[in-house]
Nanobody
Framework: QVQLIESGGGLVQAGGSLRLSCAASVRTFSSYIMGWFRQTPGKEREFVAAIGWSTGRRSYADSVKGRFTISRDNAKKTVYLQMNSLKPEDTAAYYC??????????????????WGQGTQVTVSS
C-alpha cells in the first residue's frame, strides 16, 4: 500500500509563491513516476506536472510552464511543486499522485495508481 500526504497549501496573493510537498510511504520511491494534478469544483482533475525516477524527465502543463517547478528528493521520499508568480486561476485543490509503472511521465489521470488527499491552494487577486 502506498500512502501520499500533501502539505504546503494555503492562501497567497497573486504574484506570490508557495511550495507544495508530498511525502510518500513506500519502499522504492525512486522507481515511481510522481505527478501533481489540480481540481476545482465542478471540473475534471487536470494535469499540472510530473517527474520521472530520474529528475531529467519532467513534464508540465502549458498553463504552468515557466512558473512551476517539480522536483524530488528520493532520500526523503518526497516530491515538491514550487509555484511562483501565482495567479487567481491557479486556485484549486492540488493532488499528488504516484505511477508505479516504468516509462515517461504521463499527463493523464488514469495512468496514476495512488493519490493523496489533496491540499488547497487559494490565490487572491
Amino acid at each position: 500500500q502506498v500512502q501520499l500526504i500533501e502539505s504546503g497549501g494555503g492562501l497567497v496573493q497573486a504574484g506570490g509563491s508557495l511550495r507544495l510537498s508530498c511525502a510518500a510511504s513506500v519502499r522504492t520511491f525512486s522507481s515511481y513516476i510522481m505527478g501533481w494534478f489540480r481540481q476545482t469544483p465542478g471540473k475534471e482533475r487536470e494535469f499540472v506536472a510530473a517527474i520521472g525516477w530520474s529528475t531529467g524527465r519532467r513534464s508540465y502543463a502549458d498553463s504552468v510552464k515557466g512558473r512551476f517547478t517539480i522536483s524530488r528528493d528520493n532520500a526523503k521520499k518526497t516530491v515538491y511543486l514550487q509555484m511562483n508568480s501565482l495567479k487567481p486561476e491557479d486556485t484549486a485543490a492540488y493532488y499528488c499522485a504516484a505511477d508505479l509503472k516504468r516509462g515517461t511521465p504521463k499527463q493523464n489521470v488514469s495512468a496514476y495508481d495512488y493519490w493523496g488527499q489533496g491540499t488547497q491552494v487559494t490565490v487572491s487577486s
